[in-house]
T-cell receptor
Framework: QQQVKQSPQSLIVQKGGISIINCAYENTAFDYFPWYQQFPGKGPALLIAIRPDVSEKKEGRFTISFNKSAKQFSLHIMDSQPGDSATYFCAARPEADKLIFGTGTRLQVFP | KAGVTQTPRYLIKTRGQQVTLSCSPISGHRSVSWYQQTPGQGLQFLFEYFSETQRNKGNFPGRFSGRQFSNSRSEMNVSTLELGDSALYLC???????????FGPGTRLTVL
C-alpha cells in the first residue's frame, strides 16, 4: 500500500530525444508527487512536483503527466541533454506525512 | 538563501563504534527528516522531527536515534555500528509539514 513502483531501472537516450520515466502507486491517500534529480556525490534536488488536482505540469523541458484513475504518474524530459544524465526518483506523500520514494532510474544521455 | 548543510561530509568508523551526524536546515524550516540511501535499498526514511518532537519514524532498529534542537538543527546518532550501516545519510528540511522538502548533500558513512 505504501510502495511507489518506478520503471525503468535504467534508461539510455540519445541527445535531443525524449526520456520517459514511469511511477505507479496504490495508496489513494497520496496527494503530493515530486520528482527528484540526483547527481553522483550530491543529495537529491527537487525537480518538479504535482498534486492530483491537475493532470499535467510543465517546467521548461520537464513535464509531469498524472493519471489519477490509473494511479500512475510519469516524468518526461524533452530534448534530453548530456547534462540531464543523473538518477531520477519519483516520490509520493500523504498529507503532511513522510515521502515514499521509488527505486530510482539511472538516465544516461549520449551525444 | 543557504541550503541544507550536513557535517561531516565523509566519515569512516569501525564496527561497534558510534557516530553522530549533524544537519542544519534551511533558515525558517522547522521540519527535519533523515534518510538512509544505499544502492540495494534506495532511499529509506529514518525519522522526522518537527519543533523538537519526533513525529514519524521509519522501520529501523533502535540503534538509530535522533533529536532536534530549539534552533531546528538536528542530529542523528547510530550506536554499535554494523557493516550494513555503510550508506549515504541524507537530511531534508521543509518549512512546514505540507511543504516541499529540500535535501542536503549527505554524509557518506563507511563502516569497516
Amino acid at each position: 500500500q505504501q510502495q511507489v513502483k518506478q520503471s525503468p531501472q535504467s534508461l539510455i537516450v540519445q541527445k535531443g530525444g525524449i526520456s520517459i520515466i514511469n511511477c505507479a502507486y496504490e495508496n489513494t491517500a497520496f496527494d503530493y508527487f515530486p520528482w527528484y534529480q540526483q547527481f553522483p556525490g550530491k543529495g537529491p534536488a527537487l525537480l518538479i512536483a504535482i498534486r492530483p488536482d491537475v493532470s499535467e505540469k510543465k517546467e521548461g523541458r520537464f513535464t509531469i503527466s498524472f493519471n489519477k484513475s490509473a494511479k500512475q504518474f510519469s516524468l518526461h524530459i524533452m530534448d534530453s541533454q548530456p547534462g540531464d544524465s543523473a538518477t531520477y526518483f519519483c516520490a509520493a506523500r500523504p498529507e503532511a506525512d513522510k515521502l515514499i520514494f521509488g527505486t530510482g532510474t539511472r538516465l544516461q544521455v549520449f551525444p | 538563501k543557504a541550503g541544507v548543510t550536513q557535517t561531516p561530509r565523509y566519515l569512516i568508523k569501525t564496527r561497534g563504534q558510534q557516530v553522530t551526524l549533524s544537519c542544519s536546515p534551511i533558515s525558517g524550516h522547522r521540519s527535519v527528516s533523515w534518510y538512509q540511501q544505499t544502492p540495494g535499498q534506495g532511499l529509506q526514511f529514518l525519522f522526522e522531527y518537527f519543533s523538537e518532537t519526533q513525529r514519524n519514524k521509519g522501520n529501523f532498529p533502535g540503534r538509530f536515534s535522533g533529536r532536534q534542537f530549539s534552533n531546528s538543527r538536528s542530529e542523528m546518532n547510530v550506536s554499535t555500528l554494523e557493516l550494513g550501516d555503510s550508506a549515504l545519510y541524507l537530511c531534508a528540511s521543509r518549512r512546514g509539514l505540507g511543504n516541499e522538502q529540500f535535501f542536503g548533500p549527505g554524509t557518506r558513512l563507511t563502516v569497516l
